[in-house]
């Protein structure tokens, strides 16, 4: 039998109302909906059903090494990085050594894990996401009448800039805002990440579109449904727009302010109906399966997920996601599009 997991809900106050009980059928319940957890994080454990009850995913399969969550955007998170695996082991074992709850408020590193993410979209998914060159900054800040952010990009360059921009408590808010931060400025009037985001790659994903985030890279999720992958990690350096613990030492400490596009890893359309995603740094894989009719699948790896975004598959409708241990088999049918995510075992 299917083993169905029951992901951990997550109610943060960005998440929408209806985009993921919708998503599974379930009743809304007039709260935010953000996230929901399919892995092993103590901060977000799924659950499943046993013979002997409802028992948490780790007392089944052990630690997961990765993490899968549906995550629907209807207002932007905060603007935040993530760490790498030595910022990570540094900064949990020095909060650990102040003494610091692991699951306090103001607990920045709340594990030992890097972050890289792969975010693949199930709906139109906007975002900030990495840095623009400074050229072309100075080029919209100039046709817009930003002065003073142009300014301080002649002056200081990049990282100076957004230095300036979130160290100072207000600033006024610059007229010309392009659309895509006319709602960030009115949650957020006269914050300084509102000069920051003028600074970066805006990037709207259409359905099936995906990109990889590498640790450092600085980003904000504006709006949209999406598939995330993940170590199992719960690490977050934010800086701007948010009512949650803002570290900016660690934001700097960890953010990567090169200017660079985001890195696509859309797999071609014309590669078949399951294709991988190329991932070289990921302590993860993820393949895409599209079922188009009754087809069988074998778990070659000792633990593996597989999530259903779209369609009924069959043993798996839309929303849900099982587990599968090496060798066991999980019988699909279609039309459905499914998510199969495993760990890298030497992670």
Known sequence: MTAILNPAIKNYDWGD???????????RDAKP??????????????TLQTGNGISPLKNVVGE???????????KPLSLQTHPTTSQALAGFARENSLGIDRTADNRVYRDQTAKPELL???SDFEMLCGFATI????????????IELARHLKLGGLEKTIRWALDQKSHKTPPNLPRHLQLLASLYPDSGGILVALLMNHVVLQPGEAVFLEPGNVHS???????????????????AF???????DEFFATANFAAESPRSVTPPTTSGDAVIYELPSAPFSVQRINVKKAMSVTAEHEVE?????HGNAGSLHQGQACILRQNEILELAGPSLLFRIWGDPTY
């Open 120 to 122: 693949c979209a199930l």
């Open 33 to 46: 909906w953000a996230e929901l957890w399919f892995g092993t994080h103590p901060d977000g454990q799924a």
């Open 17 to 27: 109302f209806t985009a993921l009980p919708d998503l599974l059928g379930l009743p």
């Open 135 to 146: 050229t072309e900054s100075l080029n919209r800040a100039e046709q817009n009448g930003w």
């Open 305 to 309: 997920i597989y999530l259903c975004a």
């Open 64 to 74: 997961l090494s990765f993490l899968v969550k549906l995550i629907a955007v209807a």
């Open 242 to 248: 948010t009512k949650k613990h803002i570290d900016m």
């Open 221 to 239: 999720y504006l709006s949209g449904v999406a598939v995330e992958v993940m170590p199992s990690s719960d690490n977050v350096m934010r800086a």
